[in-house]
């Protein structure tokens, strides 16, 4: 099964994990780190390398990060080239998070998608979910039922 562990900062890891299990019910293999105030961001490595070594099952690890080059994320580059080579291997590190892309994980670790393929899929879950509305784009006819 498909590792999976989501390292930012604050708890907002714990709200990622929390949102996904309301819409999916509960989750498998998933492992939540957090960066708080105060804390020493040699530790968020070590946290997040247990995390890593907890949630391989040998199907592969994708870890979810906050922020491109920020600490959970680089944290997470020096932990994975510090691995086993055949673990280093199946470590995916995806920085940017958002839930539709964790949903877009998990879904890929119920269907037992292979690893090497899931990231590029998790990127374009991403971007694809992003959108704006404003209410000057409304055409006055528009029915207001039509939702």
């Known amino acids: 099964m498909l590792g999976i562990v989501i390292a930012t900062h604050g ?12 819409i999916v019910g509960t989750t498998n293999n998933i492992a939540t780190v957090n960066l708080n105030p105060g804390d020493d961001v040699q530790n968020l490595g070590q946290k997040i390398e247990v995390a890593v070594k907890e949630v391989d099952k040998n199907a592969g690890v994708i870890v979810l990060t906050d922020l491109v080059s920020a600490s959970p994320y680089n ?13 280093q291997a199946n470590v995916y590190i995806i920085g940017g998070v958002n839930l539709p892309m964790l949903l877009e994980t998990i879904n890929h670790q ?30 006055e006819d528009d029915d207001e039922d039509d939702f």
């Open 110 to 139: 119920i269907l037992s998608t292979p690893v090497e393929e899931i990231a590029a899929a998790v990127i374009d879950q991403g971007k694809n979910s992003l959108d704006v509305w404003h209410f000057s784009e409304t055409d």
């Open 75 to 87: 944290q997470s580059v020096l932990i994975t080239n510090g691995l086993a080579p055949e673990l």
């Open 11 to 22: 708890k907002l890891s714990d709200g990622l994990k929390d949102a996904a299990e309301v």
